[in-house]
């Protein structure tokens, strides 16, 4: 065990999705918000080289030997290139509650936390957006070509409506969400579910662009409906984001099961948040129905069952 102090520290949330995943990949808006009680967390230490050890998953990468295509120590290396620092004798330890490959934003959290304590212990201060596109380099790693969704969220750490290539936008939330996210148990990569709708897509575009368009007309209204605190009316958006992404492709059994026993325990709206396949699905509660929805996605399969509110927000940054 270590008992040596830090010399410094970073975190950052997870995340959920709640309208528009894959379709932003194409161009289409999202409306992701941060996870705060599922965070990664990472620490750097004094010792004898650059290490990275991440104790959960049983690594520790020796950075100056890593290949170039491990997410770890990329995300160290990219940290000390753009502060022109060489890599330093440190330990940088990170340890993360989000699971992997489950739609929860775990990677581009632990780089969140990592970049930001590498930062911190160099003295070094960046604004979020250089952060987050720090992270976004580490992300393209898990898988491609990625939207830039999930390194905002983490970063910014609050709702977000986002578009491709753009900074977030401020954006309201009227009403306090209440969320219960169910993991199916099995493990789906982003980067292949991705990989399918590419090659779908390409298959025959016309179709695909239209299913995006109408996922993107979709959470445009979702957002108003979010922003007046309808959430009945967001309830059914989900519904209508699901039965969408079940048709480009990223449903399963599994997740329309859980979606299904949510719904017919009282929930608002349920669909698949993230790659989907499998991972988690979200389900909008009222906190009266919370404990029944609850136990009937246990009772449905769910492996874990975590509660998350979305607080109400201003459309302000500061
Ligand atoms: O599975 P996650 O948590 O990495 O979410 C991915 C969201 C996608 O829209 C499917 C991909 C992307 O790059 O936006």
């Known amino acids: ?158 709702p977000v409506w986002f578009v491709r290539g753009r900074p977030p936008e401020p954006f309201a939330v009227g009403a306090p969400l209440h969320l219960l996210m169910a993991d199916t148990g099995i493990a789906s990569p982003t980067r292949v579910a991705v990989g399918d709708v590419r090659a779908a897509w390409q298959a025959d575009p016309a179709r695909f662009e239209a299913l995006f368009d109408r996922i993107g007309d979709l959470v445009a209204q979702a957002r108003g409906w979010i922003e007046a605190g309808e959430t009945a009316a967001m309830g059914g958006a989900m519904d209508e984001n699901q039965a969408l992404l079940n048709e480009i492709g990223v449903g399963s059994t599994e997740l329309d099961r859980l979606c299904e026993a949510a719904r017919k325990a009282g929930a608002l709206g349920a669909k698949l948040s993230g790659g989907g396949r499998g991972g ?13 929805v609850e136990q009937a996605l246990l009772a449905a399969g769910a492996r874990q069952v975590v509660m998350t509110q979305v607080p109400p927000s201003t459309p302000d940054w500061s």
């Open 280 to 292: 988690n699905m979200i389900a909008l509660v009222q906190p009266e129905s919370r404990e029944r």
């Open 1 to 158: 065990m270590n008992t040596s102090q830090a010399i410094a520290s970073g975190q950052a949330p997870g995340k959920i999705i709640l309208f528009g995943e894959h379709a932003v990949v194409y161009g289409r808006p999202a409306i992701a918000a941060p996870v705060h009680q599922l965070r990664a967390y990472a620490a750097v230490f004094e010792d004898g080289e650059c290490v990275v050890e991440a104790p959960d998953i049983g690594r520790r990468i020796r950075v100056e030997e890593a290949t170039r295509d491990d997410p770890l120590a990329q995300a160290v290396r990219l940290v000390c290139s753009q502060v022109g620092r060489p890599l330093p004798r440190w330990r940088v330890v990170v340890r993360s509650q989000i699971p992997v490959a489950s739609g929860l934003g775990s990677g581009a959290a632990v780089a969140a936390a990592m970049a930001r304590a590498l930062l911190a212990a160099f003295g070094v201060e960046w604004p979020p957006d250089r952060v987050s596109a720090l992270v976004y380099e580490v992300e393209k790693m898990h898988h491609g070509s990625p939207s830039g969704v999930d390194n905002t969220v983490v970063v910014y750490g609050r």
